[in-house]
């Protein structure tokens, strides 16, 4: 689904957008002293007023909501300050008629998450360290949390920029926790998509970007070695980079064989990275998977799944991420090629619907 474009927050313009949530703010504060600081009124307000207007996609919302969720449980609030909250709305948007059942309706879906995400902060301000473009429609930012970022790797974190606040992606980081604390996250400009273009495009070393909160997608390690095959398609690639690295700082490496997936060769953007991690741990194996490029070798000509199936083995665990085009039907390719579902890993945008 096509993003609102930039000049718009919830229906309300990007340069009066400061003054509503000022207006909202100060209404909540002179019901409720101290109920909520003032630095998370404008990503409350831009969160509910996207609610509300019903403009994302499933994924898009939800990310949202497990933001809005942090919120209201790390300022502890309760229903009954439903009712302070849609008076603090209607102060700060009296141009917009805002329907008492319609905020009712996004107050109960924040009600809602909270009681699913667990306690801790609601989001992480990030600087953006460094930008490289790793392809034609394809960039790696490299960012670093104000405060330690507690995600695992195969972990989902929401991103926003400043200019959607009411808009959340989800995003997997590409590595695992470092003694720096940075993060690298590869976008895909999608067509249609301004959050994802403007990551892609416009973002530069020294802007700040927000994280939400790490959400577990289902793609995490068994807690003993044991041989894996992963197969990845497009920007799909990063978590499971993630488990790359994370078995790489391990006490016993398992055999790895990671399956990258591309259309042709020059559109398998980490290569010179994942290159160097297979010449610096020989228990991992790379094996380019092309589905477009006629000088591929007979054993890399295929999408991701497709090559992978032909390594696998009885003893593997399998883990598959890529576009929603490549995860359909994934479980039903490997059950019948004989792997059990305890041994299927796909990931799953929120752990809970």
Known sequence: MRDHPATEVGGIAEAVFGRAAARFWDTVQAGCPGLLPERDAPLIVAGLLRLMGG??????RLALLTVLGRVYREHRLRPVHAALVGAALTVAVPSMPLEAATWRRAWRLV???????????????????GRDR?????????VRPW???????????????????????????ANAPRADSTVELHVR????GDVSHRLAHQVRPGDLLRLGPPTPTGLSLPGSP???????????????????EQIAEAAAQPEVTLVVGARTFVDLYDAIALDKLAHAHPWLRIVPALSHDPRAEPGEQGDALTVALDHLRPD?????????????????RLLAAGVTDDRIHLPEQIPWR
């Open 55 to 60: 403009g994302d996609d499933r994924p898009g």
């Open 111 to 129: 009600e809602r998450a909270a009681a699913r995400v667990g306690d801790g902060p609601a989001s992480w301000p990030v600087e953006v360290l």
């Open 134 to 142: 790793a392809g034609d429609t394809i960039t790696t930012l490299t």
């Open 147 to 173: 405060r330690r970022l507690p995600f695992r790797p195969g972990d989902a974190v929401p991103v926003n920029v400043p200019q959607h606040p009411g808009r959340w992606r989800w995003y997997c980081p």
């Open 189 to 192: 400009a999608v067509p249609g």
């Open 226 to 244: 044991t041989p894996l095959l992963l197969a990845a398609g497009g920007t799909g690639l990063a978590p499971l980079r993630a488990l790359v």
């Open 316 to 332: 593997q665990r399998v883990y598959v991420c890529g576009p929603p085009a490549m995860l359909v039907g994934s479980r039903l």
